[in-house]
């Protein structure tokens, strides 16, 4: 039997932690290791005491016709890397890793090529997080640096991601 990496086992936890998510259009999941010590974890949802989206039965962004990766200050979740950075003491985040999944509601599979939105790659810069590991597929990934976030800053006239 062959060993999985330790990338598909983080995002295999992100994964699991993205089916707590309670956005009905994409069920994302965080999870920040440091040193192979999972530090925080974190999904998509309402802000604490508000109703979710799953239990409204609409997604407010989707019902006003906004396009993917535009006007997220309208969307009612604190997404899954803002909830999984409140959760955890700054120092542990330090050079940690976030990895992240997603699953399309639409169709119960993975969600390929996603990224984190212009707030989250503020947070995520912020926090002192070095890499991010997105999942493509059960074994397949992408890794992003987060100096290149810095050094090719695509907040500059960008809409969306």
Known sequence: MERISKENYYLDIAQTVAS????VRRMYGACI?????????????????????????????????????????MCRSVHSEANAIIAAPRENMLG???YQACIDTATNTLAQNIDSCQMCKKLIINAGIDTVVYRNTPTQYRIAQVADWITQDDSLGKVGY
Do not use: F, H, Q, W
């Open 33 to 73: 290791v440091k040193n192979d010590v999972i530090v925080s974890t974190g999904y998509c949802g309402a802000p604490r005491g508000r109703e979710n989206c799953c239990d409204l039965g609409y997604c407010l962004r989707e019902k006003m016709a906004i396009p993917r990766g535009e006007r997220y200050e």
């Open 96 to 98: 940690a890793t976030l």
């Open 20 to 23: 707590r998510s309670t956005c």
